[in-house]
């Protein structure tokens, strides 16, 4: 009998911990990115690169016409790389991160 409200209760505490944000590291593995995100955002808060506002502007003004998709960062190199596409083509902007330089593109 005891086993039934252990099973009765599973739901709610699942809930609980949703509710809570217990289970967002769980969530952030399972949809990816997670740890990319903290690590650009650590690197922000250290004054190791620019606010990703600040790079994406500076490159949207480079690109012109074209239609932001989505970035990627390397902790390692503390740059990004953000992705467009300008006349149906994909282009891949390289931004480093500390200078707000662009250091490279690729099409």
């Keep these: 009998m005891k086993m039934g409200g252990t099973t009765k209760r599973a739901p709610i505490v699942l809930a609980l911990l949703l509710a809570t944000g217990l289970a967002a590291p769980a969530r952030a593995q399972f949809f990816g990115g997670g740890d990319e995100q903290d690590a650009a955002r650590r690197a922000m808060l250290d004054g190791q690169v620019m606010p990703f506002s600040v790079l994406k502007r ?11 998709l989505g970035s990627e960062f390397d902790a390692r190199r503390k740059s990004y790389r953000l992705k467009y596409v300008r006349e149906g083509k994909v282009v891949w902007v390289d931004v480093d991160g500390r200078t707000g330089d662009i250091i490279g593109w690729a099409r």
Excluded: H
């Excluded at 500076?58 to 932001?68: C, F, M, P, Q, S």
């Design 58 to 68: 500076k490159v949207d003004r480079e690109v012109g016409e074209a239609t932001y």
